[in-house]
């Protein structure tokens, strides 16, 4: 077997997420995705996507690279949730930082130009496991995607300390028992060649 990957990479980086649950099997409160990319078409950045009741049920988007989080919505974001792929969605300007001590918790920080400051923690670490997606094997993409994934039992998000409501629950992701808020990390989108 050839250990090099025949695809061509789209972006490397990290794509963590928390969706929040009323209750086990309820309705989501809450969905963030969030990006850290190293190398994509349109640089590097960082980008969070969010939806929930703290955001009156409306889409907002916080970013560092506006080029990066349009690319990322019209490449990736549309085949996730679509609703995240809408680009008359504004982008408001963010710096983003990283807190905590994982493997205990890990928090990303992004403080907005319109003085908002989302908070997004990951609690109840649990052990990683790696996903390997083809490309061509997903629905709605030709994408494929290699990924450390790292379930977390607890997690929360806020907005100017103002905390989603929801917990998030355990899933099961390609066979494996994991949760709706994990970590992504070392993460690798591709496309045929």
Not at 91 to 119: K, L, W, Y
Request: hydrophobic share 40%; glycine share 8%.
């Amino acid at each position: 077997m050839n250990p090099v990957d025949p695809n061509q990479v789209r972006l490397t980086g990290e794509n963590s997420f928390i969706r929040l649950l009323d209750k086990e099997g309820g309705t989501e409160t809450t969905r963030v995705s969030h990006w850290r990319i190293f190398r994509s078409p349109a640089g590097p950045g960082h980008v969070i996507y969010i939806k929930s009741e703290i955001t009156g049920g409306n889409i907002r988007i916080y970013s560092d690279n506006v080029a990066m989080a349009r690319w990322l919505q019209g490449e990736i974001e549309t085949a996730l949730f679509p609703p995240f792929g809408d680009q008359s969605i504004p982008v408001i300007d963010a710096e983003f930082a990283r807190v905590g001590n994982q493997p205990t918790v890990s928090s990303e920080i992004a403080e907005a130009a319109n003085d908002d400051i989302v908070s997004l923690t990951w609690h109840d670490i649990g052990e990683p496991f790696i996903i390997r997606f083809e490309a061509g094997s997903m629905p709605n993409t030709k994408h494929g995607v290699y990924s450390c994934l790292i379930p977390c039992a607890s997690a929360q998000v806020s907005i100017n300390g103002v905390a989603a409501k929801g917990t998030p629950q355990p899933e099961e992701m390609a066979g494996h028992m994991s949760s709706t808020a994990c970590l992504a990390w070392g993460e690798t989108w591709v496309l045929p060649r």
